[in-house]
């Protein structure tokens, strides 16, 4: 039912910025937790970041704690990931995700419903 689109990736150099963004189709979009997950060539795909569906709790991997943002505007159905200071082994492709469970953990790729297609991020040095 729901459906999601990335946008945002490219190419851009080491220590640089970019910004994805995550358009939402359906009737409750409000109500799911939305993450972002990457996935590089011949690794698993693993959490980046995620938030409620109320934008009140947050959460973030090691890595990209103090670069990286998430953001959630639920009147224009859209999750943002601002990245920040960019480097190398943030290259992979970034699927937004998004879940309507509640209380479940957001940091497991297995708990959510509905996955975008992803968008590529490559960062060059």
């Known amino acids: 039912q729901v459906q999601l689109v990335e946008s945002g990736g490219g190419l851009v150099q080491a220590g640089g910025s970019l910004r994805l963004s995550c358009a939402a189709s359906?009737?409750?979009?409000?109500?799911?937790?939305m993450g972002w997950f990457r996935q590089a060539p011949g690794k698993e795909r693993e959490f980046v970041s995620a938030?409620?569906?109320?934008?009140?709790?947050?959460y973030y991997a090691d890595f990209v704690k103090g670069r990286f943002t998430i953001s959630r505007d639920n009147a224009k159905n859209t999750v943002s990931l601002q990245m920040n200071n960019l480097n190398l082994e943030d290259t992979a492709v970034y699927y937004c995700a998004g879940t309507a469970s509640s209380g479940v953990p957001l940091r497991s790729r297995y708990v959510y419903d509905y996955w975008g297609q992803g968008t590529q991020v490559t960062v060059s040095s």
């Open positions: 359906g009737r409750t979009f409000s109500r799911y937790a």
């Open positions: 938030i409620t569906w109320s934008g009140s709790n947050t």
